[in-house]
Structures are given as structure tokens and as C-alpha cells.
């Protein structure tokens, strides 16, 4: 009867074992990390733009009229307080319209920088999925480059540049074969890892603390009473600027009363 073999697993393979399965544990965590965080952001830029479209047009169009109207007053009343007041409202309305026009602007003239373009590739010459070694690398690889093409979108340097310097310090510092350089690299790797998931749940936050999220709770909450929040705004402000050209008219007559 041929004798049984068996196969004793040493410290360093449970180790290297136990350190596999807490890397794929966070790495899934920070895929589900990534998802949210990018469902957020596609929603609230949707929002934003539908709010550009409805209100922030309207409250740009309000701010020029007030300005308009602290310019004309200067000639009514000829004082300091009048020349600051127009300085000050014309400052607004510049804001409010580079808010509104800006960032629609901004999209359609975006061209990445030779910097950017140069990092990019630097990174994706070393986290492309076709570099990966197995199933497991190539899934990993995967999802950088996934992460690699938003940074790249977003003109995020800082990202790119950490991705490409964990390549570094995983695949050059760390140099050897075995278990023990195993353990070594898969270490920083989930390091990496739990440093990404809290840089996201950092950002996820100050995403939800943001003026536009709060705004997109009330649009929200509104739905939910079959109202529609942004329309009631453009309505208010339609009527604010209503009455801010009819006191623009109302100066013009005075200064014109006055044979200025």
C-alpha cells in the first residue's frame, strides 16, 4: 500500500495565504468605494448642469441688471458709497456669470497640458491590463487604468502620480523572489489600498457636504411632494429680474430727469 504524502504548509505560505485574501477583501472594498464615488460625482455633474441651465443663467442675467443699476447710480448721486457699491455688484455679476458660462466653456476648449498627456502614459505603460501576469493582476490592472482614465479626465495630477509611484515602490524597491518578498509586496499593496479607500471616503464627503449636494436633497426631497425645486427657483428669480429692469427704468428716467 504506497505511503500517503503530505504536504505541510509552512509559516510563511499561511502567512503569504492570509495577506492574498485581506488584499482581494480590500481591493473589493475599494472597487465598491470607486463605483459609489463615481455614481455620486455622474449625478450631481447632471444635476449641476440642469441647475446652470435653469437657474444660474437667470441669477447671472439678475446680477448684470443690479449692476447695471449701482453703474447708473453713480450718475444719480455722484458719491463714494455709490462708486463702491458699484464696484462691489459688478464683481458679483462677473462671478456669477463665470459660474454659469465658465465651466460649459471650460469643457468644450479642455485640452489636456503635454504634462498631463505625459504622465498618462508613463502610467499606463506599467498598469495596463495587458501587463498583468495572471487573471488576478490583469482585474487589479484593470481597474487602475479605470481609475487612470477619470484622473486623466479630470486633469488630476496628484492621482496619476500616485499610481504611478506605487508601481514604483511595489515593483522597484521591493526586489526578489519568494515568500518573504511576496508578503513584502503584497503588504504595501494593501496598504495602498486602505490609503485609497479613506482618500475616497474623504472625498465622498466633502462631495455630500457640497452646496450643489444639498441643493440636489432639496431638488430631492421636492420630488417626493410632486415638486419640482429648480423651476420654482427659476420662476422667483424671473421675477426678481422683472423688477430690477423696472428700477433700472425707473434710474434712467430720473437721470434723464435731470439732464444727465
Known sequence: ??????????????????????????????????????????????????????????????????????????????????????????????????????????????????????????????????????????KHFTLLMARANQAYSRGDTETLQRLLDDHREINASIAGEGAAAELLRITRQIQHAERDIATLDAEHQTLLASEIAQLHLDAEAAAREHRDLLTELATNIREQIADAQHRFELIDRQISAHGK
Open 1 to 138: 500500500m504506497p505511503a500517503e504524502i503530505i504536504l505541510q504548509q509552512t509559516p510563511d505560505d499561511a502567512a503569504l495565504l492570509d495577506k492574498r485574501e485581506q488584499l482581494a477583501a480590500v481591493r473589493t472594498t475599494l472597487a465598491e468605494r470607486e463605483s459609489e464615488l463615481a455614481q455620486i460625482r455622474a449625478q450631481l455633474k447632471t444635476f449641476e448642469g440642469r441647475y446652470v441651465r435653469q437657474v444660474g443663467i437667470l441669477y447671472a442675467e439678475l446680477d448684470e441688471i443690479e449692476a447695471r443699476i449701482a453703474e447708473r447710480e453713480i450718475d444719480l448721486y455722484d458719491s463714494d458709497s455709490a462708486r463702491r457699491r458699484a464696484v462691489e455688484t459688478r464683481q458679483r455679476a462677473q462671478e456669477t456669470h463665470d459660474a454659469a458660462f465658465g465651466e460649459a466653456r471650460e469643457a468644450e476648449e479642455f485640452d489636456p497640458p503635454p504634462s498631463l498627456k505625459t504622465l498618462f502614459r508613463e502610467v499606463a505603460k506599467r498598469i495596463h491590463p495587458d501587463f498583468g501576469r495572471d487573471d488576478t493582476e490583469q
